[in-house]
């Protein structure tokens, strides 16, 4: 199992911009998809973003192509989730999970805690 600690949640107003933490800790996850999920009240939980740990490779759900980047600091084992341009409806709670297998749901193992990201109109 991989331990997750997120971290960089708040309320910010739209437009404006946060950066999300994830620090990774326990067994060697460089192998590892690692990915940003996000749940709005009522809502499934749904894909946001993730990378490729070994290749750096990422991917991005439509709704935040461009505005949102995934990054890591291997030296950190820390991956990030920069958010540009928030919208109202980029609130939500949102979760790090780390996937050995591929980007389906279900082989994410491993979750983060989820931190909390209003925007305000």
């Known amino acids: 199992q991989v331990q997750l600690v997120e971290s960089g949640g708040g309320l910010v107003q739209a437009g404006g911009s946060l950066r999300l933490s994830c620090a990774a800790s326990?067994?060697?996850?460089?192998?590892?998809?690692m990915g940003w999920f996000r749940q709005a009240p009522g809502k499934e939980r749904e894909f946001v973003a993730a990378?490729?740990?070994?290749?750096?490779?990422?991917y991005y759900a439509d709704s935040v192509k461009g505005r949102f980047t995934i990054s890591r600091d291997n030296a950190k084992s820390t991956v990030y989730l920069q958010m540009n341009s928030l919208k109202p409806e980029d609130t939500a709670v949102y979760y790090c999970?780390?996937?050995?297998?591929?980007?389906?749901?279900?082989?994410?193992?491993?979750w983060g805690q989820g931190t909390r990201i209003t925007v305000s109109s």
């Open positions: 326990g067994r060697a996850f460089s192998s590892y998809f």
């Open positions: 990378l490729a740990w070994n290749t750096g490779t990422t």
């Open positions: 999970a780390a996937s050995s297998a591929s980007l389906a749901l279900r082989d994410f193992g491993s």
